[in-house]
């Protein structure tokens, strides 16, 4: 005899299964989990809130006392600058006012402040000035020991 006489195949059997659960959930099951579950979960949250509360007044206590001489102080000069750009261009802005305006010249009594442009024009018509130091130096010759 062959294999399969011996074992025939099983019979399909009539099932009532209809492929999904047939029976609900109960309404009250869920609902009493569903409570359960926001009742820990405020559980949780409330122990948190009272546990950072501990850390957050042991770290207080632990903390060294300020001492009075520590608070509002300013270092000494020379500070840093908040916005050096800032006090750059103040500055490259007064120079270059001071470049093209007339002005006394501040400590030097009778002495004035050309205009760049107008200096330049005056040094091209007039000359560089002649030095002021001695004439000439002296020879070998005419010095006398």
Do not use: C
């Not at 949780?44 to 770290?59: G, I, K, P, R, T």
């Not at 102080?73 to 470049?99: F, H």
């Amino acid at each position: 005899m062959s294999d399969m006489a011996m074992h025939p195949a099983p019979e399909p059997r009539p099932t009532r299964d209809p492929g999904h659960e047939t029976s609900d959930a109960s309404g009250f099951y869920v609902s009493i989990f569903a409570l359960a579950l926001a009742a820990a979960i405020a559980l949780v949250l409330l122990l948190l809130v009272w546990v950072f509360d501990q850390f957050e007044s042991l770290a207080e206590r632990r903390d060294p006392v300020e001492s009075p001489l520590a608070v509002d102080q300013v270092s000494p000069a020379p500070r840093l600058e908040t916005n050096p750009g800032a006090a750059l261009s103040e500055l490259r802005l007064r120079e270059d006012k001071e470049l093209a305006t007339y002005g006394w010249i501040e400590g030097r009594p009778g002495v004035v402040r050309l205009p760049i442009d107008r200096a330049i024009e005056l040094l091209a018509e007039r000359g560089l000035p002649e030095p002021e130091g001695p004439a000439e130096p002296k020879t070998k010759k005419e010095q006398v020991p």
